[in-house]
């Protein structure tokens, strides 16, 4: 895609949509933490069902901590891989607070450290916590971007390299959300709603879905 057109089209996702957040609720660093690390292989409709009975019982590492895995899993049942992501936050939890004071740290190797915390969801604390201009490839994002000739990759690591070359440094600090929300809702995987897509006639896709007869 030409400079000119990646710049159109964050200019028009931007328009559209001025101040893009996460769909994901939360209140403080360490809520967004186990947010991001529980909606992984999950939607954030199912993470929110949780999390709003969760928080209100533990909402910071001690009483994570105290709750324990077994006390964690009755909170996220219902989330895929919940044994694993409890087993993870628990630990996280412990490494917070013998590590960081129990806040959550702004070094990205600090976070990648922590159990359950890999790139995506270090880059997502970095943006949103921090405002650092991070961008977070979810499927959603690998999919819009090799799609539309945004920044092509046969990697997660190969696109985000790529969208931190090509996109604007005036619309670094929001593009993840940008783009997560247009996969999310436009650029949908089966069937893309191409006829109602406000950046279709940038878009490199060659099978681009016809209008509703």
């Avoid at 990759?153 to 696109?159: I, M």
């Avoid at 985000?160 to 929001?174: I, S």
């Amino acid at each position: 895609m030409k400079r000119a057109d990646v710049a159109e089209l964050f200019r028009r996702l931007q328009e559209l949509n001025p101040h893009p957040t996460t769909e994901l609720r939360y209140r403080t660093p360490f809520e967004l933490l186990v947010a991001v690390i529980l909606s992984a292989q999950a939607t954030d409709t199912g993470v929110n069902k949780a999390t709003r009975r969760l928080f209100p019982v533990a909402n910071t590492p001690g009483e994570m901590l105290a709750l324990g895995e077994a006390g964690l899993k009755r909170y996220i049942a219902t989330i895929g891989l919940y044994n694993t992501k409890a087993k993870n936050i628990v630990a996280l939890c412990a490494l917070l607070l013998e590590r960081h004071a129990g806040r959550v740290p702004r070094d990205r190797a600090a976070l990648e450290s922590l159990p359950g915390v890999g790139r995506k969801t270090a880059n997502v604390i970095l943006n949103v916590v921090f405002g650092e201009p991070a961008i977070a490839v979810d499927t959603h994002i690998f999919r819009v971007c090799n799609r539309t000739g945004l920044a092509r990759g046969k990697t997660v690591r190969a696109v985000e390299d790529k969208l931190a070359k090509v996109v604007p440094d005036a619309y670094k600090q929001d593009a993840h959300h940008w783009l997560i929300l247009h996969g999310r809702y436009v650029c949908t995987a089966r069937k893309p709603k191409c006829p109602e897509c406000p950046i279709r006639d940038l878009c490199a896709y060659k099978f681009k879905t016809p209008p509703v007869a």
